[in-house]
Every structure is written in C-alpha cells, then in structure tokens.
C-alpha cells in the first residue's frame, strides 16, 4: 500500500498554517514510527511518500519515508498552489500509484477522485463569515468556504481534531457524521523548566496570555480583562501577552500600559516555554479554536489556566483549567483574582493538567491515524 501525504504547500512560517504544518510534521514522524512498529504484524507492505517543496525538504525527508520535492511549481506562488490543486496533485499520485492519499491543510484533489482522507481542523472562514464579515475580504473568505464545503463532500474520509469541529463541519458542509473520525492533534514533549520564582515574589511573577491581532483571538478581551483585574486586585500582577507588537490600539488607561508586556512572536520554542513556565497564571480567552494547543503547553509545564469554555477548548482543557465567558471581562478578572489568591487550587490544577495532557501523546494519536488510512 502507498501512503501519500501532501505537503506540498506547506512552508514554516509563511501564511496562517504554522499550526498545520507542525501537525504534519509531527503526524509523518510518527506514522513512520507507528509503519515500522506494525510492518512485523501486517503482511501488506505500507510504504509512506511524502509531497513536499524546497522549503520543508529538512524537515520533512525523514529517514523511512520517499520524499517527492516538486520542483516545477512554487508554494509560494498562488496560482502555482491553485495549479497544484487542480491538476499536479491528481497527476503526481496517479504516477506513484498512490493507494491512499491524506490532504493536512483542509482541501482534497479538485479533479480525479482519489481514494483520501482530508484533516480539517476548524470552520473558522466560516465563523468569519458570520462574525466578521469582510475581515479577510469576501472573495476569498467566499472561495476557501466553497473549498472546504466541496472537499469535505467529495472525500473518502475526514479527520478532524475535535467534537466541536466535527459539529461545526456537519453543520457547515452538510456531510454525513459517520464519515468524520476525531482524533485530538498530539503534543510534543516539552522539557521541564525551571521556575523562577516564588508565592510571594509579587514583583517578578506575572500572568501570561498567548492571543493574535485575528479577532477570535480575543487580545481586546484579555487586556480588558486585565485592566478590570488591576483594578479589583491589592497587588496586580504583571501581564505578559506574546502575539501582539504592543497595546496602541487598545483603549487602556496609561496605569494599565506600564504593567503590560508584549511580544509579537518569540522564535525560539525554548524562550516562550521558559517565559510560560514563569508565569504564574496562564490566559487564554479565544473565542472559537479547532483544538488549541496553548493550554495544553501550559498545563505541560504546570502552570494554571484560566480558559474559555467555547468550541473546542471544554473538550480539550476538561476540568483541568477554570472555564469561563471570554467577553465577560468582569467574570474573567474576578476569576484571575480568586486563583492567584488561592495556592490550593492552584495546585489542584497542576496536577490535574499533568493527568490531562497523557490524552494527547503522539503515540496513541498515531495509532489511531494508521488504523484509519489503512482500514478499507
């Protein structure tokens, strides 16, 4: 069996797929663990080939799997990726005689029916659509939403990330729920940090939230909310956002400026987990996510959360993080008050996060990925 994974228009970095491309990187890194762990046990030879490009060739030419690096076509080139969907993709895996074909990023083949599994991760377009219209600009707000309705309609099988999501999809696309599997996205081993600091170290311990300028990521909401919290608490904390230049275009009062810190992207995975890890409190106040991998970092470097209880994130948090309203700013920085006063809870929360995140290991995420490209 040939196991065709395109990744094609996949490039770290570039456009709003950072999320995506990390959940193929890690999905083929494991599918080849999980190929070699079953290849004793099945008498059907799987062989995984990667579709890839001159950007992700490092990442994704992993020992154990054929890398194709198409050449002819740029994923950075807009109708080189529309080229692509139309007609290459189809072309390259009828030539490597592909028995089953996965499409990350959302969207199937546009022509030729082959025999594929699409991810879709979220509806969000869709959720632009009725919330903020014309924020992405109609026409390819409009064309993404045909996309991933037509995708979702003509493929064999879907994968998506969450129960929210699958809802989301049903609703949306109007496809049959019993050809949707869910299985939660995996996270990556994160190495414990050290803490630097203590309960009672007010000047140096702060609260940290990871948000966007996207207006689902709520950075209004968690700076109000911070600002409502100074002005509750005896001794404010510090806020810590990462996802944001600054806080110009935010109304705030200049009392509440000088406690806040931005960054507006950390390269280095090792800085911002060393950042999160000394926090006190983690904030996450989205207003719709696919699954939501932030919290669950957290959790890994046992930090406390404090979470909104939309979409996906009751599902992936459980009752290992405080839930609440993220436009009831009041709530929220009443809420932030209680858990940075009580040390018990906090610890509550550590070590039901510890518990929360064995759900999500790559290990049974891969399982559980292999059974359903295999399955006939």
């Not at 990442?59 to 080229?83: A, M, W």
């Not at 074909?101 to 009725?130: K, Q, S």
């Not at 699958?166 to 414990?192: L, M, Q, S, W």
Request: glycine share 4%.
């Amino acid at each position: 069996m040939n196991i065709v994974v395109d990744c094609f228009k996949l490039v770290k970095g570039v456009g709003k797929s950072v999320g995506i491309y990390n959940l193929a990187l890690n999905l083929v890194r494991n599918l080849m663990i999980e190929q070699q762990r079953t290849a004793e046990t099945q008498i059907k030879h799987c062989k995984i080939i990667i579709l890839g490009n001159a950007w992700n060739e490092e990442d994704f030419n992993i020992s154990g799997v054929e890398f194709v690096k198409i050449t002819k076509l740029s994923p950075l080139k807009r109708i080189d990726c529309l080229l692509w969907e139309l007609f290459v993709v189809t072309k390259v895996c009828k030539n490597l005689n592909a028995d089953r074909v996965m499409f990350p990023r959302g969207f199937c083949a546009m022509t030729h029916h082959i025999r594929d599994i699409v991810i879709i991760h979220d509806l969000i377009p869709f959720y632009y659509n009725e919330h903020y219209p014309g924020f992405f600009g109609r026409m390819e707000n409009a064309y993404i939403m045909s996309r991933l309705r037509r995708s979702a309609q003509k493929c064999n099988k879907i994968v998506t990330i969450s129960n929210a999501s699958k809802a989301d999809i049903i609703k949306y696309c109007r496809v049959n729920a019993d050809k949707i599997t869910v299985i939660y996205n995996g996270c990556n081993f994160i190495e414990k940090q050290e803490k630097k600091y203590n309960s009672d170290d007010s000047k140096h311990s702060y609260i940290m939230a990871i948000t966007s300028q996207l207006p689902h990521k709520n950075a209004e909401g968690i700076l109000k909310s911070y600002e409502r919290y100074c002005n509750i608490a005896d001794k404010p904390l510090d806020l810590v956002v990462v996802g944001i230049q600054d806080t110009n275009e935010y109304e705030l009062t200049d009392k509440t400026r000088k406690k806040v810190r931005c960054y507006k992207f950390i390269r280095k995975d090792s800085e911002l987990h060393q950042l999160l890890a000394n926090s006190r409190i983690f904030l996450f106040l989205s207003l719709a996510e696919g699954f939501g991998y932030p919290p669950i970092e957290a959790m890994q470097l046992g930090v406390p959360v404090i979470c909104s209880d939309t979409s996906s994130l009751p599902e992936v948090v459980g009752d290992a993080a405080v839930l609440v309203e993220p436009e009831d700013i009041n709530n929220v920085a009443e809420k932030m008050k209680e858990l940075l006063g009580d040390e018990e809870k906090q610890r509550e929360l550590i070590e039901k996060g510890f518990k929360n995140i064995e759900r999500f290991s790559w290990d049974s995420r891969a399982k559980l990925y292999w059974k359903t490209i295999t399955a006939e």
